[in-house]
């Protein structure tokens, strides 16, 4: 059995019920066994036994009082995972289906995204089965501090940086960083993705959803074509959703579908992005009432955005929902790239059949880079104490997603997988958190 292989076995045996954790480990570990070969030095210092060991895992209880005087108590989570290469960086997702396998998943996977950005940040991942649907605004506040309350011991600017994911935005980072603030007395840059009149960075909020389209337009120039004219399918209606409808539109392309757990809306106009930051941003509704803004729109409840016909497709929503039978439409409708916005998005069967079928593929870890390669530039301007113009950070954006395409798509080709965006971007990004540990050594 080879080097991978057995590492991945004995991982799954000793981390039994974490789904999520061996769908992500299966997906990567295989890919790098070529680059291992030529490495030996790595295995005899257990490199991947060591890799996928979090350095650290942080639970926690989060008890709160909702608008009925009920006392509420939810779980918290930080897996600290790895650290190879500059402080824990990754975001905290407040969801239901939160649980220790997903937090692994997504921390496993934000090892090598991180080390893709080039910039020095390691790789972690937290959050909490708490589901900020519904919720007031004041139950939202009460949760975020007593979360803050047990995690500001864990967390530092030189240590862990965390940061939103789905149900963690702009106002739940506000209320963590205000309680930590007044528990520690520190102004520092300890979370990112905060607002622009606290340290906050310009392109933040868009940068995942512009980063990923910056990755399809290399994925698409490398074909000979663009966006314009091009009619897209974007899942999910969040924030990474919204912005790259909106690079989309700008580039020229025609976006034409957008989701949320219930359904999805149908426009074949091109969907109104007005609509929906008013829908998402300021009512914290539902994509359902898309349909009131916008007569000649179509609402399909339980509905995925699959089985619409389009040449690009951009799934934004979360891991897991593009599987085989979505991923037979897209084949059979003609389309040509594919790129994850969410993590994870695509089930592994499904990346194999759009692979065979020749439609470009590329995994979260490279397409969604542009959140966290933003959130490492906030990091950067609160030590300069420093702020930069949208332009510069933006610039500074482009650059980065066209160095990780082309790092990815290298790394393919010089192991014989042109095109394999998913092996290049896992060989890619390991490189050099594999020297980095080597260098360290191991204790
Ligand atoms: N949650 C985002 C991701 O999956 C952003 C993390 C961050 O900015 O630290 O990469």
Known sequence: MSYTQNVLAKTIKNSPNEAEFHQAMTEI??????????????EKAGILERLVEPERQIMFRVPWVDDNGNVNVNRGYRVQFNSAIGPYKG?????????????????????????????????????????????????????????????????????????????????????????????????????TGKGLTYGGSLVRTQATGYGLVYMMENMLAAKGTDFKGKKVVISGSGNVAIYAAEKVMELG?????????????????????????????????????????????????????????????LPCATQNELLEDGAKHLIKNGCIAVAEGSNMSTSIEATHLLQESGVYFAPGKAANAGGVAISALEMSQNSLRLSWTFDEVDGRLRTIMRDIYINSSKAAENYGMKDNLVAGANIAGFKKVAEAMYMQGSV
């Open 29 to 42: 570990l295989p890919t790098l066994q070529p680059y291992l070969d030529e490495h030996p030095e790595y």
């Open 253 to 313: 392309g025609k976006v034409i579908t957008m989701s949320d757990s219930n359904g999805y809306v149908y426009d074949v106009e091109g969907i109104d992005l007005n609509a929906v930051k008013q829908i998402k941003e300021v009512k914290r509704g539902r994509i359902s009432e898309y349909t009131e803004y916008r007569k000649n729109a179509e609402y399909f409840a339980g509905g995925l955005v699959w089985s619409v016909p389009c040449d690009v497709a």
């Open 91 to 191: 975001g905290l997702r407040f969801h239901p289906s939160v649980s220790l396998s997903i937090i692994k998943f997504l921390g496993f996977e934000q090892i090598f995204k991180n080390s893709l950005t080039g910039l020095p940040i390691g790789g972690g991942k937290g959050g909490s089965n708490f589901d900020p649907k519904g919720k007031s605004d004041r139950e939202v506040m009460a949760f975020c501090q007593s979360f803050i309350n047990e995690f500001y011991r864990h967390i530092g600017a030189d240590q862990d940086v965390p940061a939103g994911d789905i149900g963690v935005g702009a106002r739940e980072i506000g209320y963590m960083y205000g309680q930590y603030k007044r528990l520690t007395g520190q102004y520092t840059g300890v979370f």
